[in-house]
């Protein structure tokens, strides 16, 4: 039997939660996991993640709130900006997670500066938030590849003609239409961040992408799903652009 391939959206802290899923997908062992990103922040157990991703055989996407932890973290010493920018984004209770559990992030942040921005499967294209659409590959940012929002999700035609983007970074039910829980599909792209830590969500998403089954568990009552792609997925039809409040020299979105 071919093994699966299983993609996890944004799992910002919730390990519990990221164990109840892992139980529900029943992995094999050659199934192949593949994290998008943004492990950390605003969720109670940031530091217990990190450890156990960094520790497994799955592989695992840098997200803009990595990036934001490691600009906070340099070399052993602290950005003040960056460290407010990052505080401000929910790096706050990352900090509580390594005070609980005594870990110290050293291993962390080098394991993090390792994670690539994008991969590559053949018929798959995995990345954190998504591509600028008139830049080429090789020449696109970490920071575009882990920041972009807008003018991703309005891209006229797909990126690829032969490959699907699969995204996390902004929340699907920021999208017209969409309700919690359910994923958002694009011009060749499709976004399965759909809000584990929010309160008006707690969904953590696994797609099997040879399945094309969606696992769900609810973060916040422990509630899991397992449905069809097609129940789940609607066509974007125009993006809710979040509210966004300017941090220090950068941008910070309650729904980064």
């Not at 591509?131 to 882990?146: A, F, K, M, N, R």
Request: glycine share 8%; hydrophobic share 40%; charged share 20%.
């Amino acid at each position: 039997m071919e093994h699966r391939r299983i993609v996890i959206g944004d799992v910002h802290g919730h390990y519990d939660g990221l164990m109840t899923l892992l139980e529900a997908l029943a992995l094999g062992w050659d199934d192949r996991v593949y994290f998008l990103g943004d492990l950390i922040d605003r969720g109670p157990k940031s530091a217990q993640v990190l450890e156990f991703v960094k520790e497994s055989s799955y592989q695992s996407l840098l997200g803009n709130h990595e990036q934001l932890m490691l600009n906070a973290l340099v070399d052993g010493l602290t950005d003040a900006r960056s460290w407010q920018a990052w505080l401000c984004s929910g790096g706050d209770t990352t900090i509580d997670s390594y005070i609980e559990t005594g870990m110290m992030p050293y291993k962390h942040l080098e394991w993090m500066r390792s994670l690539p921005t994008h991969l590559d499967l053949g018929d798959i294209w995995l990345v954190h938030a998504g591509v600028h659409p008139t830049i080429p590959i090789d020449q696109q940012s970490s920071e575009q590849l882990c920041w972009i929002r807008k003018e991703f999700h309005n891209i006229s035609k797909p990126y690829f003609p032969d490959k699907l983007i699969i995204t996390g970074h902004t929340i699907t039910f920021t999208f017209e239409g969409v309700r919690p829980g359910e994923l958002v599909r694009g011009q060749g792209w499709l976004d399965i961040d759909t809000g584990a830590y929010h309160p008006k969500s707690g969904w953590l998403t696994g797609f099997d992408l040879n399945y094309r089954r969606v696992y769900q568990v609810n973060v916040f009552n422990n509630q899991v799903r397992i449905l069809p792609f097609d129940e789940l997925v609607r066509p974007m039809k125009s993006q809710l652009i979040p509210l966004l409040k300017p941090v220090m020299s950068g941008v910070y979105s309650e729904y980064n």
